[in-house]
C-alpha cells in the first residue's frame, strides 16, 4: 500500500514539476508536493496558484502581484488582497505577517471601503507579527519591524519602521544584497 502511494507522488511530481519551474518558481521538490496535495487536494488555500502555509490564510490571490519571493509560505499570515497588493521583488515576509488591502465602514460594518493597493516596494522585509494596513505604500528597501502596525504610507526608502503606530526609527545604507 505504501508503495502505491509512493508511486501515486513519484508520478504527480514528474507531471507537476516542469509545469512548476516554467512558472518561474524555486521551490523544492518536498515543497512543491506537499503544498500540491494541501492546496489540491485537501483544498486548503485551494485557490492561490502558488505554495501557501497550511496556517496562512490568502483572501483574492487574483489580486495580488507577487514579486520573486512566495508571500503566505511562512506560518499564520493573513493576506487580504480584496483592494489589490503589489509586491516587489526579494519582499520578506516573516510568521503571523497580516497584510490587510480592505476595511470595513466604520458606519456600517457589512460595507467595505475601496481603497488603492497595498504596495510594498522590492527589497523590504515584514518582521514577525507586524500589520500592514489598507492603502499603504512602502517605499523600497524599507524593514517593518515585528509587532509594527503601519497604518500610513512611508515611500522614502531605505528606512526601519517601528512601533503602534509604525514610525521612522532609523535611516538604512542602500541595499548591499541581490534582489
Same mark, same amino acid.
Given at each position: %500500500?505504501? &508503495?502505491?502511494?509512493? /508511486?501515486?507522488?513519484?508520478?504527480?511530481?514528474?507531471?507537476?514539476?516542469?509545469?512548476?519551474?516554467?512558472?518561474?518558481?524555486? +521551490?523544492?521538490?518536498?515543497?512543491?508536493?506537499?503544498? #500540491?496535495?494541501?492546496?489540491?487536494?485537501?483544498?486548503? /488555500?485551494?485557490? !492561490?496558484?502558488? $505554495?501557501?502555509?497550511?496556517?496562512? &490564510? !490568502?483572501?483574492?490571490?487574483?489580486?495580488?502581484?507577487?514579486?520573486?519571493?512566495?508571500?503566505?509560505?511562512?506560518?499564520?499570515?493573513?493576506?487580504?488582497?480584496?483592494?489589490?497588493?503589489?509586491?516587489?521583488?526579494?519582499? #520578506?515576509?516573516? $510568521?503571523?505577517?497580516?497584510?490587510?488591502? %480592505?476595511? +470595513?465602514?466604520?458606519?456600517?460594518?457589512?460595507?467595505?471601503?475601496?481603497?488603492? $493597493?497595498?504596495?510594498?516596494?522590492?527589497?523590504? #522585509?515584514?518582521?514577525?507579527?507586524?500589520?500592514?494596513?489598507?492603502?499603504?505604500?512602502?517605499?523600497?528597501?524599507? =524593514?517593518?519591524?515585528?509587532?509594527?502596525?503601519?497604518?500610513?504610507?512611508?515611500?522614502?526608502?531605505?528606512?526601519?519602521?517601528?512601533? =503602534?503606530?509604525?514610525?521612522?526609527?532609523?535611516?538604512?545604507?542602500?541595499?548591499?544584497?541581490?534582489?
Amino acid at each position: %500500500m505504501i &508503495r502505491f502511494f509512493k /508511486n501515486i507522488i513519484e508520478s504527480a511530481l514528474l507531471i507537476l514539476w516542469p509545469i512548476y519551474m516554467k512558472s518561474g518558481n524555486e +521551490h523544492s521538490a518536498k515543497i512543491v508536493l506537499k503544498h #500540491w496535495f494541501l492546496q489540491k487536494i485537501l483544498r486548503i /488555500n485551494g485557490t !492561490v496558484p502558488w $505554495p501557501v502555509h497550511p496556517t496562512s &490564510r !490568502v483572501i483574492k490571490p487574483e489580486n495580488i502581484q507577487r514579486g520573486t519571493r512566495t508571500p503566505g509560505l511562512s506560518l499564520s499570515c493573513h493576506i487580504d488582497g480584496r483592494n489589490g497588493i503589489i509586491l516587489g521583488r526579494n519582499v #520578506w515576509i516573516g $510568521p503571523r505577517v497580516s497584510i490587510i488591502s %480592505m476595511n +470595513h465602514d466604520v458606519n456600517n460594518f457589512h460595507n467595505y471601503i475601496s481603497d488603492g $493597493p497595498v504596495v510594498i516596494n522590492k527589497n523590504s #522585509w515584514l518582521g514577525a507579527n507586524c500589520t500592514i494596513l489598507p492603502g499603504v505604500h512602502i517605499g523600497e528597501h524599507t =524593514v517593518v519591524a515585528a509587532g509594527a502596525v503601519v497604518a500610513k504610507s512611508f515611500p522614502e526608502g531605505d528606512q526601519v519602521l517601528a512601533g =503602534v503606530p509604525a514610525r521612522v526609527v532609523k535611516k538604512l545604507e542602500p541595499y548591499g544584497g541581490v534582489s
